[in-house]
């Protein structure tokens, strides 16, 4: 590659994959464990079916699967990659999950970390590998977005337990001086809401020896409020988009297609309202894989560019949103 003038540097992007998980739980199979319906949470939700990981599937072997279609895409030798991260909240080692896939790609010269937003995780990710390529830190980066969330959901508790599965999704960016496609992003977060949707640390407590207590290590459940977390999304995802737009002086007329977290139909179809984009506009899977926290986003623009929805060119408006809370939103034009 030639070499890139640092005031000159923009983002071009350049592949996506996707994997998720053979196994499928619907909604009546949900039905069979706790006291739902496949009519009340597919009219509450949009979800009709989730993947759920195999015996020995991990957010190491799901996001190597979608990190492999992406650089293919892309058509990148491995060693020329520079960047790999890792958006996961459920990593199958604590210590980071990065470095195994990494391996696992036998991408030897990239350095490789994880990244922790929850359901923002990809969207955070995506905009701290484009400013090591912005500062010309390093010219290929890998941004995986892949969750695992089957561990850590309470399948008695029926207000949570329908809504998740498992899933990754990856994109591959490249820096450039021709153009820049990373038109513009924004991020926020607030911990004092923070209590609506977690996955914490369980307390336990334990003794080494007399009088010396420890916290043995593990998590609770998912503990979530749906309706504070409904009306979290509602409210911040439109503003955000707005004031997106406003900033890079673009307006929702501009956009192809919006690439929101995918949390609950209904919340799509509401922040599509209050930002005025049509519904064909707005892509949506997770009929078929609910809500697979960092993977929603990567695994929904591979699908829609596979399936020749979204084009070379198209301006793609996204945003991630949850615990945290946490949300952001970009503006990306695709290639
Ligand atoms: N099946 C049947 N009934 C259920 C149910 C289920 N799976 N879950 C809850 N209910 C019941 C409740 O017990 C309640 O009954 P009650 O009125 O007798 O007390 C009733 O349905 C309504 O519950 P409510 O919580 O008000 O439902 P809702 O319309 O808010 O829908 C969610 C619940 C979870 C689907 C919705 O709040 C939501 O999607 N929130 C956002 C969550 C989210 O996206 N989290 C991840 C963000 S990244």
């Known amino acids: 590659m030639e070499a890139i003038k640092l005031n000159q540097i923009g983002i071009s992007f350049k592949g996506s994959g996707s994997y998720v998980p053979n196994q499928i739980l619907t909604n009546q199979n949900i039905s069979k464990k706790v006291d739902t319906s496949d009519e009340w949470i597919k009219s509450r939700t949009g979800i009709s079916e989730r ?9 190491v072997n799901m996001g190597y699967e979608a990190a ?23 990593p199958h080692d604590l210590f980071g999950s990065a470095p195994s896939i990494q391996a696992k790609l036998a991408a030897h010269n990239a350095v490789a970390f994880d990244l922790t937003a929850a359901c923002s995780g990809f969207l955070f990710a995506l905009v701290t590998a484009s400013q ?23 399948w008695n508790d029926r207000r949570s337990c329908i809504l998740f599965g498992d899933g990754a ?28 949707l977690n996955l914490p640390f369980n307390n336990n407590i334990d003794s080494i020896i007399n009088n010396i207590d420890f916290m043995n290590g593990g998590f609770s459940p998912i503990q979530m409020n749906g309706q504070e977390v409904y ?15 406003k900033k890079i002086n673009y307006s929702s007329e501009d956009v192809d297609w919006l690439v929101l977290h995918q949390a609950n ?19 949506s899977n997770l009929e078929y894989y609910g809500n697979t926290s960092a ?12 399936n020749n929805k979204i084009k070379q060119n198209d301006i793609i408006a996204t945003s991630g949103f949850g615990a945290g809370l946490s949300w952001g939103a ?3 034009k695709w290639g």
């Open 51 to 59: 993947r759920i990981s195999g015996i020995g599937e991990n957010v």
């Open 68 to 90: 492999l279609a992406a650089i293919e895409m892309a058509s990148w030798d491995i060693d020329s990659i520079d960047l790999i991260i890792l958006a996961t909240s459920t």
């Open 132 to 154: 090591f390529l912005k500062m010309g830190s390093y010219k290929r980066a890998l941004v995986i977005g892949a969750d695992q969330l089957s561990s850590y959901v309470d």
């Open 169 to 196: 999704g990856a994109i591959a960016i490249e820096a450039t001086n021709e153009f820049n496609n990373f038109i513009g992003f924004d991020m926020k977060t607030d911990g004092e809401r923070g209590s609506f």
């Open 231 to 245: 009306k979290f999304a509602v409210k911040e995802v439109p503003i955000i988009l707005n004031n997106l737009f």
């Open 265 to 283: 139909q209904r919340i799509l179809d509401s922040v599509g309202e209050r930002l005025k984009i049509p519904k064909e506009k707005i892509l």
């Open 295 to 306: 993977g929603t986003i990567p695994l929904m623009i591979d699908e829609a560019i596979r």
């Open 330 to 332: 970009a503006l990306i």
